[in-house]
């Protein structure tokens, strides 16, 4: 079991590093404003309404908890915390 957990945790480090390094694309691609759900390295799901999102990937019959959910700001967008 230790180690399933250790590959999905692995597999959502990877999708958050893709989303990282491909956010200009995700941008282009028209999901800026949205919360977009990464799976794989790719984009399975999106909406502006995270609820949604996971609704999309239960529907696929993907656990959210493996999926990388993140918010596309627009580009020069700062977050201050």
């Given at each position: 079991?230790?180690?399933?957990?250790?590959?999905?945790?692995?597999?959502?480090?990877?999708?958050?590093?893709?989303?990282?390094?491909?956010?200009?694309?995700?941008r282009?691609?028209?999901?800026?404003?949205?919360?977009?759900?990464?799976?794989?390295?790719?984009?399975?799901?999106?909406?502006?309404?995270?609820?949604?999102?996971?609704?999309?990937?239960?529907?696929?019959?993907?656990?959210p908890?493996?999926?990388f959910?993140?918010?596309?700001?627009?580009?020069?967008?700062?977050?201050?915390?």
């Open positions: 079991m230790v180690a399933q957990e250790l590959n999905i945790l692995q597999d959502f480090e990877k999708d958050s590093l893709w989303f990282h390094k491909n956010i200009g694309l995700l282009q691609q028209n999901f800026t404003g949205k919360f977009v759900a990464i799976f794989n390295e790719k984009p399975i799901a999106s909406d502006t309404d995270v609820d949604n999102v996971i609704k999309i990937v239960e529907k696929k019959s993907i656990s908890a493996a999926v959910i993140e918010f596309v700001y627009p580009e020069g967008y700062t977050l201050l915390l």
